[in-house]
């Protein structure tokens, strides 16, 4: 069942069950109305007779009987008996009564003072009448014919009134369905029309109060993420293929040179060379790339175990010294620290290009080459500060240094992808730690590696 069938359910059961209850309650009350009302009426037409009989010595049987049957107050088919305490009919308005009476009903009656109840189509009460010292016990009937009329005519009225409802509310209720669900119609269409090749598009937004206006709103941000990754994802394909297509057409060029004729030892010696620094560039490039794509698969890989903080930063401080023999690398320990603070579980190989990767940078982009590396640990945390004076870092620029292959403005002069920063931070989340960063452009540049203590259970 579509939901707009369902809504018409709904709304069609919701207004038939309101109609039903109202419906049912008029007939009900109006019928219990009528019925007392009538008994109500036939008692003050059995007492007014019973008067004439009881109170009048004039007035006999007889008399009674014909001034009654012209009374135009009669009921219609009105019978009224009256009986004495020996149960004997003082008195009786027809000659056929139509209700049969015997000494059980009188006993009854006697018992209870009133008894209503319904024989035939005659609505009959029986009751108690006490007039000066004597007791007497009148049985009137009557048909309320004028009264069970009205009421079917009421019945009539209100089933006209319920088949009319039924066939409105259907209506109603599909046109209303249709109605409420338009602007999800809308949405589904315009969703539909949007394709990788026009991310661009958004849903009309509405009126921005209603709930479809806040879906489409949530859309549209959905869509402008996509937007934002699907654009990143691009420029990530593109740079990396620029960034490796370069030092291999800069190496097939000068192999190419170098092939056209035949050249010294010399000349091949320094090829080979250049050669190698393409290479090497290439293949830093590709390790970067693949750990890049290694950590940002799924996660459940991680191989951590209980590592120490210091000994690695000291052993990344030894790589680097050797790489680059200009390099000043400082490590300091705060007061704080001790051997437990120190250890921590991780990937060490992981940690490991973090500050390989800091480190360097602190000395690529310093003015003297120098690195000032401060460990300290606060309340949950070990910190790890890498600090230089250089170039720094744009207010523009801190935001987007962390995107695959964003180069600051500044650092063209410096060799470098790009891959670095968003390698790094992609490993501290993996770690549970993260990366920050603050810098005054043309002073202080800190990168600050934030770790939890984590001890295995
Ligand atoms: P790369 O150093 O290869 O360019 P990174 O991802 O390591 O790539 O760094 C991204 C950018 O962040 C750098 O291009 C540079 O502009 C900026 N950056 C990183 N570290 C520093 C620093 N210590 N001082 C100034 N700028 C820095």
């Known amino acids: 069942m579509n939901i707009r069938t369902k809504l ?37 037409r059995a007492i007014n ?63 209870e003072d009133e008894v209503y109840y319904h024989y035939n189509d005659f609505e009959v009460l029986g009751f108690v009448f006490k007039d000066n010292e004597n007791q007497f016990i009148i049985i009137a009937a009557a048909s309320d014919i004028n009264g069970r009329d009205a009421l079917d005519n009421l019945r009539d009225i209100l089933l006209g ?56 709103q949530t859309f549209n941000k959905m869509l402008s993420r996509l937007q934002r990754a699907f654009f990143a994802q691009e420029n990530f394909i593109a740079n990396a293929s620029h960034e490796i297509k370069t030092p291999i057409t800069v190496i097939t060029g000068e192999i190419e040179v170098a092939l056209l004729q035949r050249r010294t030892v010399d000349y091949y010696i320094n090829l080979l060379k250049s050669a190698l620094v393409g290479v090497k560039r290439m293949n830093k490039l590709s390790t970067q790339l693949l750990l890049l794509a290694q950590t940002s698969a799924d996660s459940s890989e991680k ?27 400082d490590i300091e320990f705060d007061m704080a620290i001790s051997d437990r603070t120190l250890s921590t579980i991780g990937d060490a190989e992981l940690l490991k290009v973090v500050m390989l990767n800091l480190m360097e940078n602190g000395c690529k982009y310093s003015d003297d080459n120098k690195v000032s590396v401060v460990l300290a640990s606060g309340e949950n945390e070990i910190t790890i500060r890498f600090v ?42 993996l770690h549970n730690g993260k990366i920050l960063v603050s810098s005054v452009p043309n002073d202080v540049t800190t990168f600050t590696m934030v770790l939890p203590f984590q001890e295995i259970i």
Do not use: C
């Open 388 to 429: 230089n004076k250089g170039i720094g870092i744009s207010h523009d620029d801190v935001d987007k240094i962390f995107e695959p292959f964003y180069r600051g403005g500044h650092s063209k002069k410096v060799k470098g992808f790009g891959i670095g920063l968003p390698l790094a931070r992609r490993i501290m989340e």
């Open 8 to 44: 018409t359910v709904i709304f069609f059961a919701l207004v038939i069950i309101v109609v039903s209850v109202i419906s049912l309650s008029i007939y009900y009350f109006s019928s219990e109305y009528r019925q007392k009302d009538f008994y109500r009426r036939l008692k003050n």
């Open 49 to 111: 007779t019973a008067k004439l009989l009881t109170r009048f010595e004039e007035v006999n049987a007889s008399l009674l009987q014909r001034m009654e049957r012209e009374n135009p107050a009669n009921l219609p088919k009105q019978h009224v008996a009256i009986f004495n305490e020996a149960n004997q009919v003082l008195y009786r308005s027809e000659r056929e009564y139509a209700v049969p009476v015997d000494t059980l009903l009188l006993a009854r009656v006697r018992m």
């Open 161 to 216: 009134i319920f088949a009319i409802s039924v066939i409105i509310v259907s209506l109603l209720g599909w046109v209303f369905a249709g109605k409420v669900l338009s602007p999800i119609s809308r949405i589904v269409n315009e969703v539909d029309s949007i394709t990788a090749a026009n991310l661009e598009l958004r849903l009309d937004e509405g009126n921005r109060k209603d709930e479809l206006s806040k879906l489409a």
């Open 303 to 329: 191989k951590f175990s209980q590592i120490r903080i210091d000994d690695i930063l000291w052993s990344v401080k030894d790589e680097l010294s050797k790489a680059h023999t200009g390099y000043t690398i």
